[in-house]
């Protein structure tokens, strides 16, 4: 605990496995109120797995999930959306055919006693924010692959997380957005939301966080602040493949 406050979202011995194959290995990992965490590995290390069941989007094998010191395993995704956990996907889950606006109303009212008017003026707010107002009755299937990643931005804040996991927010954006997502990120944390970030651009992740945690082969081997876990041994063997 931090100053006596649970963690916001922690696991405790997390495990899933595909046949025989432990994809997470036993791990325990936390996520504090207020923190900025890069959560980096290998390909094939488990991160999205990792992501997947702390938002309800896989079964859980073993261990347990507390969000503020409640135990939640085995809660479905709408149920931690609830508990105010988002994510964002490495592959964008919009609705291809249906246009900027329509995409960030469907979760907005979808809460409980929304109403249209104000999710509305609320969507338009996060629109504007993200720099996509002008596309809002543009179909989603025609944004660029960057501007797509904002949207399911959105749409997660749409939801009005305290924690959002972000799962690879970097892949085939053009630097411009990059930077731009970076830039967003910063200020929804200044604003007081708690972040985990998943990307293989190690640039823009030191760029943003704080602290890095590090999986391989569905365990983690480091934890800690960027200067340490980049000087660590195990995370050198990891990414050098010895």
Do not use: C, W
């Not at 791990?27 to 991160?47: R, T, W």
């Amino acid at each position: 605990m931090m100053n006596g406050t649970p963690p916001l979202i922690e696991a405790i011995g997390l495990a899933k496995h595909f046949g025989g194959i432990f994809a997470v290995d036993h791990l325990d990992f936390e996520v504090h109120a207020g923190e900025l965490v890069g959560l980096i590995g290998p390909n094939g290390s488990g991160k999205t797995t990792t992501i997947n069941l702390l938002t309800g989007h896989l079964r859980i094998d073993g261990g347990g999930v507390r969000v503020r010191g409640q135990p939640v395993a085995g809660l479905p995704a709408s149920g931690f959306a609830g508990l105010g956990v988002g994510r964002t996907f490495q592959i964008t889950q919009l609705f291809s055919r249906m246009s900027v606006l329509e995409n960030m109303l469907v979760p907005g009212l979808a809460r409980p006693h929304a109403h249209k008017t104000h999710v509305t003026r609320e969507a338009r707010r996060h629109l504007e924010f993200l720099g996509l107002a002008a596309l809002e009755s543009l179909a989603a299937k025609n944004l660029s692959g960057g501007q797509q990643k904002l949207l399911e931005l959105g749409r997660a804040l749409m939801l009005n997380p305290a924690l959002l996991f972000l799962d690879e927010p970097f892949a085939g954006v053009n630097p411009y957005l990059r930077d731009e997502i970076i830039r967003f990120v910063q200020t929804l944390h200044e604003e007081g939301r708690t972040f985990v970030i998943v990307d293989h651009d190690l640039d823009a992740i030191q760029r943003l966080v704080h602290r890095l945690v590090v999986m391989s082969r569905g365990k983690k081997i480091a934890d800690g602040p960027l200067a340490s876990v980049r000087e660590n041994q195990d995370v050198i063997k990891a990414y050098s493949g010895t």
